[in-house]
């Protein structure tokens, strides 16, 4: 059966693009996968591991870990992350710096989850002691965002400063000593925090992932069909 070019051509260039993105579903969605099992694994290992200013800056060998820290909190230079939304209302994670025993060296603890005050130009009052102390959390990426707007990861002038976007070597800068580039998440059942709701998630389940690869190899077995009658079609006529 003889096959015109350009409608062959086209055929095989869109069936390409068709089983590339199938592909890289399927690949996404084994990356998904994997991604759940670190945080089951991590989650449900009742190892504790003690962080230290020495201890090696490895967010994604560290993430869900349960760690100990030593030190105290910088209550004068505390970071308000806008635009977090709980419970369909919107807020800011309170980040305030813990300044690591033995080193100049501190990691940003998320103390939690507070709503936005009556007024948008007000703050809200995050104070804490700053004295020695022992804490416990996990260890985790700092809140993503969807679209990174231009210099949004500059902190405000003010103290607390506000933030939309979290770059530890920016917020560093502006603190004068060196930040881990995670984030510890305060232990639910310690003081000195807001709302907690700690949970490991991904944007999207690996199973829809699945769905969506098969749905371009649906659109691709479509696309030969129709290709396959157009080609008997022209070949009778």
Known sequence: MPFKLLPTAAYLLVMLILLALGNWQLNRAEEKRQFIGLQERQANNDEVIGLSASSPDDAQGFRYKKVRLTGYYDVAHQFLLDNQI???KAGYFV?????LEGGQ???LVNRGWLPLPAKRTEL???GIANTQ???TGRINHFPSVGIKLANA???TENWPSTVQLVDSPVLA???GYPLFGFQVELDTQLPDGYTRDWHANTLMPPEQHTAYAMQWFGLALTLTLLFIVYSIK???D
């Open 234 to 236: 022209n070949y009778n």
């Open 133 to 135: 102390t022992n804490i």
């Open 153 to 155: 990861e500059i902190p």
């Open 95 to 99: 980040l305030t710096p813990f300044v």
């Open 173 to 175: 800068k502006k603190l």
């Open 124 to 126: 809200p009052y995050i």
């Open 105 to 107: 060296k501190a990691v």
């Open 86 to 88: 709980y419970a369909g």
